[in-house]
């Protein structure tokens, strides 16, 4: 081989590699949360409820804040309740309503109602008066991952708690953790013909599609699923959060998420 010709493989080489190095990290996503709890935001809302959509043009209003899919995750659960009013919700499960009244029978929240703000598991009434700012989760609890790999449609995750003494305060070591995968939904919007909101037209962000969950061991904490197909709904972008909570509540004790 002439020295020419060396030169050509060599640069061909190192281009290949080159190549490789930049499309390998695209077979595979990775959202990992900080040590302290991310903060998780839900609002309980329907299209068939007048008073909703001012809470909802504030949950969209978080996907320009520089935190959001880093410590704070919103997430929109639509209820089937208001159905009957005239107008369908879409957007709206039945298991969404279930999660809802779920919350109310272990006293995290005082009753359903729409729309409704649980911040970190908790009923954040102060939305309704007017507060925009919740009670933050500053508790350390460990580093949760979410690796998607786009080449076999499965989902690892991995999680690593903070080691602390489980013999003191009212933190409890678990044997079983439920690992939630959602998917969420963003830049929707539905023409609404009937009901309260007759006539307008609504948008929406931050709206879980479809929700899964698995009770999984505690030990080891890596788990391996399939990811969840995405729904057409019409977004222009879809989003994913994945948190793990208690086994006997709905307790959030981690999340992480991010843009797909």
């Known amino acids: 081989m002439n020295q020419s010709k060396y030169k050509l493989s060599i640069l061909g080489a190192s281009t290949l590699l080159g190549f490789a190095l930049f499309v390998s990290p695209l077979?595979?996503?990775?959202?990992?949360?900080?040590?302290?709890?991310?903060?998780?935001i839900e609002l309980y809302t329907s299209e068939g409820c007048s008073s909703c959509p001012p809470a909802d043009r504030w949950l969209s209003s978080l996907k320009n804040k520089p935190e959001t899919f880093k410590s704070l995750i919103p997430m929109a659960f639509h209820v089937d309740?208001?159905?009957?009013?005239?107008?369908?919700?879409?957007?709206?499960?039945?298991?969404?309503s279930l999660r809802q009244?779920?919350?109310?029978?272990?006293?995290?929240?005082?009753?359903?109602?729409?729309?409704?703000?649980?911040?970190?598991?908790?009923?954040w009434r102060g939305f309704i008066s007017g507060q925009r700012e919740w009670v933050p989760n500053d508790k350390n609890v460990g580093v949760l991952k979410a690796t998607?790999?786009?080449?076999?449609?499965?989902?690892?995750?991995?999680?690593?708690p903070y080691k602390r003494n489980w013999n003191?305060?009212?933190?409890?070591?678990?044997?079983?953790?439920?690992?939630?995968?959602?998917?969420?939904g963003m830049g929707l919007s539905?023409?609404?013909?009937?009901?309260?909101?007759?006539?307008?037209?609504l948008n929406h962000d931050f709206v879980v599609l479809k929700h899964q969950k698995?009770?999984?061991?505690?030990?080891?904490?890596?788990?391996?699923?399939?990811?969840?197909?995405?729904?057409?709904?019409?977004?222009?972008?879809?989003?994913?959060?994945?948190?793990?909570?208690?086994?006997?509540?709905?307790?959030?004790?981690?999340?992480?998420?991010?843009?797909?």
Not at 154 to 160: D, G, M, Q
Not at 194 to 200: F, I, L, T, V
Not at 232 to 254: F, Y
């Open 81 to 96: 309740y208001w159905d009957y009013i005239g107008w369908k919700d879409r957007f709206a499960k039945p298991v969404y």
């Open 148 to 160: 998607v790999q786009d080449n076999t449609g499965n989902l690892t995750v991995r999680f690593a």
């Open 214 to 260: 698995l009770t999984v061991a505690a030990n080891p904490a890596q788990w391996q699923v399939k990811m969840p197909a995405t729904p057409n709904a019409g977004q222009t972008r879809s989003a994913m959060a994945v948190w793990l909570s208690e086994p006997d509540s709905q307790k959030i004790i981690q999340a992480t998420g991010g843009y797909l």
């Open 190 to 201: 539905s023409r609404v013909t009937a009901g309260e909101n007759h006539d307008r037209t």
């Open 27 to 40: 077979s595979a996503r990775e959202f990992v949360s900080q040590s302290n709890a991310t903060e998780v």
């Open 168 to 184: 003191t305060g009212s933190d409890k070591k678990h044997n079983n953790y439920v690992l939630n995968v959602a998917i969420l």
């Open 101 to 123: 009244r779920q919350y109310v029978a272990t006293g995290s929240v005082s009753q359903s109602y729409t729309p409704q703000m649980v911040t970190n598991s908790a009923e």
